[in-house]
């Protein structure tokens, strides 16, 4: 909400728009109430060397499409050559001009410059180049008659004001207006607060646009007043500066009556040309499927039935209730009777309709929020006061219609504020007789005594409806920075759980290992889980920014295939990334079948790089599980992958991501693969590993080599080995590896080194004798060949 | 005889003085030392020695000269080792700047950082970490905090549906959690006061991605139940943060919001040392409406909860200009932190 400082001091002296200490305090205030000012503008601040000047001729250029050439007067009869970008402007139109040497709000100072060879004698200035408000649109056009040659401050009759920006929150719909903002800073400053009270009387003869609300539960109030001796044409100065200071564009006196009646008093409403409304009345009701209207932006709209149609007696739609009124229906020159309408809308509905139609208004948008549905009595009477002013033979007629359905919200409510309570929640010490001097001047008036008062919560707060809003208030306005800033007392232990410990132990020891973490979009397009040679069944986004990113993730594998991809064409290459995150597999259940991953790639490297990191990772956090290539794992590489299995529970997958998958992803480099549900890792902490003595006994190594076809797996012989030497046996290591023709396709020699040792004695020739006896006869009946 | 035996132990010492090598040191001492070397070979002739008095000085005179002997080879040994090592070290000489291969530790991703030690912060502070799911419910991400269906709060959350469907729910009740808050009620719901804890997490926006927004971002939570909470336990712990966490210097404030899940609705923000305030988060004291939700009585419990942006806090932190550099994944940027 853009404050304009001068027009809010109209409702009590707040600060002076020359004082910067003033409104520098002001605007302190104003965010300590919970309008928090995030821009301060000083406007109207004269600029010397703006100077007003008449449109002469304008001047195409062949060569510039987007400026043209402009003659103007300044007053003394000469013509100055401007080039000029915007095409608002039209010959006799008086607009500012910053002649040479003009330094200009933003720090731009108007020199001779010209394009394409063609001098420039100084710039035309939009409103907001002047500092005059926000409008950018164009060039600010003068009033017909300003005289010329004369600097446009005074031309215009501005003086220096201060724009107030500020943010008002969801709770704070009275804030949508001047009245409402002037009201809660008058009680915070404890300064006089001067509402309008209109002395209007309504009467002239009666007359009355009938009202039919169909849907009551939509609309709750219409009210239709008939006001007649209406003259169109323009505001006075003062109406038309203040409302474009705002960022309101000065239409004429009935539609900146109307504006100006929104903005002070929050109540938006629509004035209708009598004589042409159908019927001379009112139907309000729910649009029929597809039924259209074009509304005041031009646009021919659809709506359905849950959209609300403010119809003429005929029932034609002429507007959309609480939204924008129809192109049709607006007034004219001609226009010398108006029904007024003023009304209240559900704000669910309006919400609904705005984004359902993605039509909105600053009368919906206050609407949407919560207007004050008694408040247009006072509304009706500023609009006829302000209207007359330009209007002198104004006739506000008796007998309007005031149409109410019991969806309204009563006048009156109230709830019950212990102070007790009050206390307890804000941790003050605040005596019940201190409650009224805080609220009354906010409009909830207390009444009653002792600890128990009855607050009468004001028509214009719908947001204010329980005892802790009313506490809310309060500490509003006893003030937030009072309150005292204690800790809690109870005693409580703060900590990581067993698996918040265990997740930053997997990070560690991989970032040890020297892997880097990525997180990549978990959303992913269409077809990339094919791609990845994974399932497709996926949970996806039902209304996504972009198609690109509607697939719910089920692997972590192709964010990383893509980052290698990207590293790739970044000329990175061989790089080592991890990423620790939620995928989301469909399920039946309530919500989809999520769990934490773990996925390690390793560019650049082969499968065995992937199981020395799971042997880290299995080591460091006490799991264990078999290497099973049984089953190879959906979209590796078949001939080296593996299903890691810890009993019948799959833990996850290590070997090499399969080529075709590489090739689709674009990866030129062999990527190894670590893959965990680290949901069945992380849990739960392993038995602490417990002390075995270590042996003061000389040790004795006893290196043998095998002969084992490709199709049993190392692992197999690890275990008949460790069987075959017995409690001997201290440590395994295997530490060659050859191929080689003499073994044949199928061959390859495995070498151990077996370091043996007794707990008690030294070891003989004969217990190493028995060791290797036993070792090779249990290699040789798995298949393995002992090689002398 | 005593001459003799002078002569032989100078032409002892002066051989052992020039023993080129520790392996020469060796040979002497096998010559020279010991009940077998030259020196000891002159006791033998003691026996030609007529008085008592002479054979006593001379085997005196052989003993010390043996003594001299094995001392100077001693000597000499340490002297020929020491100056054996130090060639060896000089010959080992490495040039260290000449470093050939690349570093090898992994970096953590920069949000990763900066949840560890907010983390970190809030378990000094004496608060655990909860933690929920990203894919929630509509009724755990809104309706239980205060935002029945049709609340027009709801809107402000731009927030992402998916097509998962419940046992017998409608279609469009699963989200994509808007925020953290959810892990509130979860825990309300799982736990019995007092609960102290922080949620950490990531959460979805329908939002177009620019410099300073992400559909996907992560927040942090930190709810408080507990009996005679007030707001001004609020402000403490806001402050005891604020100081923890960013340094001595910085201070806090609460001032006037609105956010449907608390009342009274306080933004916070963070004054640093040089006056300068920059907006942090929203909080305020929980709803009654949340707590009836959680299954807890507004009248014996209260609470306050409190959150805000763990990717701005990163961002920051590092200069990052545009918050899209710290999800490329791009590891020239990963290596840099």
């Given at each position: ?505 997997v990070r560690d020891v991989l970032l040890g290992l020297g892997i880097s973490e990525a997180m990549p979009n978990p959303f992913l397009a269409?077809?990339t889980?094919?791609k990845a040679g994974l ?13 690109e990113e509607?697939?719910?993730r089920?692997s972590l594998r192709p964010g990383l295939l893509q980052a290698i991809a990207y590293n790739e064409s970044h000329r990175s290459a061989g790089v080592r990334l991890f990423e620790i995150g ?15 991953a773990l996925t390690i790639v390793l560019a650049g490297e082969e499968a065995p790089a992937a199981v020395a990191v799971w042997?880290e990772l ?17 979209g590796l590489h078949?001939?080296r992958s ?11 997958a290590v070997g090499e991501v399969a080529p075709a998958v590489l090739a689709a992803f674009g990866v030129g480099e062999r990527v190894a693969i670590v893959e965990l ?112 | ?96 700047t000449e470093f050939v291969g690349r570093p090898t530790r992994g970096h953590a991703h920069l949000v990763t950082q900066a949840w ?93 991605p620019?410099a300073?927004?992400m559909?996907v971002f992560h ?92 990717d701005?806090?990163a961002k920051?932190r590092h200069g990052i200009e545009d918050i899209r550099e710290m999800y490329a994944d791009d590891i020239r940027f990963i290596e840099q932190f």
């Amino acid at each position: 909400m853009k404050i304009l400082l001068s027009w809010l001091n109209e409702y009590g002296d707040f600060a002076d728009p020359t004082d910067p200490v003033a409104v520098a305090r002001l605007a302190d205030t104003l965010t300590s109430l919970g309008l928090e000012v995030e821009a301060i503008a000083v406007i109207g601040d004269t600029v010397d060397g703006v100077i007003t000047a008449r449109i002469v001729e304008l001047v195409a250029h062949p060569d510039a499409a987007n400026v043209q050439r402009v003659y103007v007067d300044a007053g003394d009869g000469e013509r100055l050559h401007v080039w000029c970008g915007a095409d608002n402007i039209a010959v006799d139109d008086i607009v500012p001009l910053a002649v040479i040497g003009t330094e200009m709000p933003n720090g731009m100072k108007i020199e001779r410059r010209g394009i394409l060879g063609i001098d420039s004698e100084g710039m035309l200035c939009s409103a907001r180049e002047l500092g005059l408000g926000d409008d950018h649109a164009g060039i600010e056009i003068l009033p017909p008659g300003t005289p010329l040659g004369v600097p446009y401050g005074d031309a215009l009759g501005v003086t220096p004001d201060v724009l107030l920006d500020a943010d008002v929150t969801r709770n704070r719909p009275d804030c949508w207006g001047y009245v409402g903002i002037a009201r809660d800073v008058a009680a915070k400053l404890g300064v006089e607060f001067r509402p309008p009270r209109p002395q209007v009387e309504a009467d002239g003869q009666p007359a009355t646009t009938p009202v039919e609300i169909v849907d009551g539960d939509r609309c709750a109030r219409f009210t239709s007043t008939v006001i007649s001796g209406v003259e169109v044409k323009p505001s006075a100065g003062w109406m038309s500066a203040r409302l474009t200071a705002a960022g309101m564009r000065p239409i004429n006196n009935v539609v900146d009556v109307s504006n100006y009646v929104m903005l002070e008093l929050n109540q938006p409403n629509h004035a209708y040309d009598l004589d042409t409304l159908g019927g001379g009345g009112f139907r309000i009701r729910l649009a029929t499927a597809g039924e259209t209207l074009t509304t005041l932006d031009g646009e021919r709209r659809a709506f359905s039935t849950d959209d609300l149609l403010i119809c003429d007696a005929n029932d034609v739609p002429i507007g959309v209730g609480g939204v924008m009124g129809g192109l049709d229906s607006e007034i004219s020159g001609a226009t010398t009777t108006v029904a007024l309408e003023m009304a209240w809308f559900s704000l669910v509905g309006i919400g609904q309709t705005v984004t359902r139609t993605n039509l909105r208004s600053e009368a919906s948008a206050r609407f949407e929020r919560g207007v004050d549905p008694h408040g247009m009595p006072t509304a009706i009477k500023r609009f006829a006061e302000l209207l007359r002013e330009t209007c002198p033979d104004l006739v506000v007629h008796a007998g309007g219609a005031d149409e109410q359905t019991s969806h309204l919200p009563p006048a009156e409510r109230s709830v019950d504020v212990r102070i007790d309570a009050v206390n307890r929640l804000l941790g003050t010490d605040l005596a019940v007789d201190a409650l009224p001097g805080m609220l009354d001047p906010i409009g909830y008036t207390v009444s009653g005594s002792g600890d128990v008062r009855t607050v009468v919560l004001p028509s214009w707060r719908l947001d204010s409806t329980d005892e802790v809003d009313v506490i809310e208030e309060v500490a509003r306005h006893y003030g937030y920075d009072r309150l005292g800033t204690t800790v809690p007392k109870s005693v409580v232990h703060g900590g990581l759980s067993v698996r918040q410990q265990r997740r930053r132990r997997v990070r560690d020891v991989l970032l040890g290992l020297g892997i880097s973490e990525a997180m990549p979009n978990p959303f992913l397009a269409p077809g990339t889980l094919a791609k990845a040679g994974l399932p497709v069944d996926a949970i996806t986004i039902s209304n996504p920014l972009v198609t690109e990113e509607s697939v719910l993730r089920t692997s972590l594998r192709p964010g990383l295939l893509q980052a290698i991809a990207y590293n790739e064409s970044h000329r990175s290459a061989g790089v080592r990334l991890f990423e620790i995150g939620h995928v989301y597999p469909p399920s039946d259940g309530e919500l989809p079948a999520e769990y934490e991953a773990l996925t390690i790639v390793l560019a650049g490297e082969e499968a065995p790089a992937a199981v020395a990191v799971w042997r880290e990772l299995a080591a460091a956090l006490g799991v264990g599980a078999r290497i099973d290539q049984g089953r190879v794992p959906a979209g590796l590489h078949a001939t080296r992958s593996a299903t890691l299995q810890a009993g019948k529970q799959p833990l996850g997958a290590v070997g090499e991501v399969a080529p075709a998958v590489l090739a689709a992803f674009g990866v030129g480099e062999r990527v190894a693969i670590v893959e965990l549900n680290l949901d069945e890792i992380i849990d739960r902490d392993p038995k602490p590993a417990q002390w075995r003595p270590t042996s003061r006994q000389p040790s004795s190594d006893l290196d043998l080599a095998f002969v084992l076809p490709v199709s049993i797996p190392a692992e197999k012989l690890d275990k008949a080995i460790r069987q075959g030497a017995g409690s001997l046996l201290v440590d395994l290591t295997l530490f060659d590896v050859f191929r080689g023709e003499r073994l044949g396709p199928d061959g390859r020699s495995l070498a151990y080194r077996l370091r043996l040792q007794a707990a008690d004695r030294n070891l003989t020739d004969a217990d190493i004798a028995d060791v290797r006896r036993g070792v090779e006869a249990a290699a040789t009946k798995l298949g393995a060949e002992l090689r002398s | 005889m005593i001459s003799d035996i002078t002569a032989a132990q100078d032409a002892a010492l002066a051989d052992i003085a020039a023993a080129p090598s520790l392996e020469d040191v060796v040979v002497l001492t096998t010559r020279l030392s010991g009940k077998k070397g030259e020196l000891a070979a002159l006791k033998k002739r003691l026996g030609s020695l007529d008085s008592i008095d002479d054979r006593k000085a001379a085997g005196q005179a052989v003993n010390d000269a043996m003594a001299a002997v094995d001392a100077a080879l001693a000597a000499r040994r340490a002297e020929l080792a020491q100056v054996e090592m130090a060639s060896r070290v000089d010959a080992e000489r490495l040039d260290l700047t000449e470093f050939v291969g690349r570093p090898t530790r992994g970096h953590a991703h920069l949000v990763t950082q900066a949840w560890e030690r907010l983390e970190d912060v809030f378990v000094g502070l004496g608060f655990r970490v909860a933690e929920g799911p990203e894919v929630e419910t509509d009724w755990h991400n809104f309706e239980a905090l205060n935002m029945p269906v049709g609340h027009p709060a709801r809107g402000e959350w731009d927030t992402l549906f998916v097509d998962h469907v419940p046992p017998g729910g409608e279609p469009g009740t699963t989200v994509l959690r808007t925020h953290t808050s959810p892990v509130q009620i979860r825990t309300m719901l799982e736990e019995e006061p007092p609960i102290y804890i922080v949620a950490p997490g990531r959460v979805f926006r329908r939002d177009t991605p620019d410099a300073t927004h992400m559909p996907v971002f992560h927040q942090i939570e930190g709810l408080v139940i507990d009996r005679g909470i007030t707001m001004a336990d609020l402000a403490g712990t806001i402050e005891a943060f604020t100081q923890a966490y960013f340094g001595p210097g910085f201070h806090s404030r609460l001032r006037p919001s609105y956010f449907p899940f608390t009342e009274p609705s306080a933004e916070f923000d963070i004054q640093r040392p040089n006056g300068d305030w920059i907006e942090l988060g929203g909080s305020g004291m929980v709803h009654p409406n949340v707590l009836r939700a959680g299954g807890l009585d507004p009248e014996v419990w209260s609470g306050f909860a409190f959150g805000f942006g763990i990717d701005r806090m990163a961002k920051e932190r590092h200069g990052i200009e545009d918050i899209r550099e710290m999800y490329a994944d791009d590891i020239r940027f990963i290596e840099q932190f």
